[in-house]
C-alpha cells in the first residue's frame, strides 16, 4: 500500500467564515471534477445548491455528469466559504473512498489553516473521521454528535454535519437542514 499526498491545495478565500472540512478526496478514478467532493455522487454540492438557491441541480451540470466548478469556486469565495481535508497524507487500506479504510499519515496542521484565513471563526466537518480528527487535533475527548455545535477553543466552533456520502444514507432533506442551520449561525 502506498502513500497518497493530497491531489489538491486548500481553498482559502480571504473572507472566508466556515472552513469546511472532509476526510480526504476519494480516489482519481471516481472524480467528475478537479475540485472538492468530486465525486458525482456524493452530495455536497446538491445540499449546497439546496440550502443557497433552492435548486439540488444548481450546481448540477447533468449533460457532463459533472459539477460545475467555476460555478462552485464563485461562489465560495463571494460567501467566504474554504474547503481542505484533515489529512495531507494518507493510505487507503482498501482501494475505495470509506474512511473506514483510510489510514491518516500525516494529518493537517489546522492552526497553520486558520492562520491564513484570519475572518474564519468556524469549522465545518462533513464525516465522523473528520470530526475526529478535529477533535483530536484540539485535544476534545469525546466527538460531538451529529448537528450540533461545539467550542474548540475561544473563538473558535465546531459545527458537526452529516456526511454528504450517500455510503451514509441519511435522507437529503435532513441534510439540507442540518447545513441550512449552521449557515444561518456562520452567517
Same mark, same amino acid.
Given at each position: 500500500? /502506498?502513500?497518497? $499526498?493530497?491531489?489538491? !491545495?486548500?481553498?482559502?478565500?480571504?473572507? =472566508?467564515?466556515?472552513?469546511?472540512?472532509?476526510?480526504?478526496?476519494?480516489?482519481?478514478?471516481?472524480?467528475?471534477?478537479?475540485?472538492?467532493?468530486? &465525486?458525482? $455522487?456524493?452530495?455536497?454540492?446538491? #445540499? !449546497?445548491?439546496?440550502?443557497?438557491?433552492?435548486?439540488?441541480?444548481?450546481?448540477?451540470?447533468? !449533460?457532463?455528469?459533472?459539477? &460545475?466548478?467555476?460555478? #462552485?469556486?464563485?461562489?465560495?469565495?463571494?460567501?467566504?466559504?474554504?474547503?481542505?481535508?484533515?489529512?495531507?497524507?494518507?493510505?487507503?487500506?482498501?482501494?475505495?473512498?470509506?474512511?473506514?479504510?483510510?489510514?491518516?499519515?500525516?494529518?493537517?496542521?489546522?492552526?497553520?489553516?486558520?492562520? $491564513?484565513?484570519?475572518?474564519?471563526?468556524? #469549522?465545518?466537518? /462533513?464525516? !465522523?473521521?473528520?470530526?475526529? +480528527?478535529?477533535?483530536?487535533?484540539?485535544?476534545?475527548?469525546? #466527538?460531538?454528535?451529529?448537528?450540533?455545535?461545539? +467550542?474548540?477553543? +475561544?473563538?473558535?466552533?465546531?459545527?458537526?454535519?452529516?456526511?454528504?456520502?450517500?455510503?451514509?444514507?441519511?435522507?437529503?432533506?435532513? +441534510?439540507?437542514? =442540518?447545513?441550512?442551520?449552521?449557515?444561518?449561525?456562520?452567517?
Amino acid at each position: 500500500m /502506498t502513500l497518497e $499526498q493530497h491531489p489538491l !491545495e486548500p481553498f482559502l478565500p480571504k473572507n =472566508a467564515k466556515v472552513l469546511f472540512l472532509g476526510s480526504f478526496p476519494p480516489p482519481k478514478q471516481r472524480w467528475c471534477m478537479n475540485f472538492y467532493y468530486p &465525486n458525482f $455522487q456524493n452530495d455536497h454540492w446538491r #445540499i !449546497e445548491g439546496a440550502v443557497w438557491f433552492g435548486d439540488k441541480d444548481y450546481f448540477v451540470d447533468k !449533460e457532463r455528469k459533472s459539477f &460545475n466548478k467555476a460555478k #462552485i469556486v464563485d461562489f465560495l469565495n463571494e460567501k467566504g466559504i474554504a474547503l481542505y481535508d484533515t489529512a495531507k497524507v494518507v493510505r487507503r487500506l482498501k482501494n475505495n473512498a470509506s474512511d473506514a479504510f483510510l489510514e491518516i499519515v500525516e494529518p493537517t496542521d489546522l492552526r497553520a489553516l486558520l492562520r $491564513q484565513i484570519p475572518l474564519c471563526h468556524d #469549522i465545518a466537518t /462533513t464525516g !465522523e473521521k473528520a470530526t475526529g +480528527e478535529v477533535c483530536r487535533y484540539f485535544g476534545l475527548d469525546k #466527538i460531538p454528535a451529529l448537528g450540533t455545535v461545539t +467550542e474548540l477553543e +475561544e473563538g473558535l466552533s465546531l459545527y458537526r454535519l452529516p456526511s454528504s456520502s450517500r455510503a451514509y444514507p441519511l435522507a437529503f432533506e435532513k +441534510e439540507v437542514e =442540518a447545513y441550512r442551520e449552521m449557515f444561518k449561525q456562520v452567517f
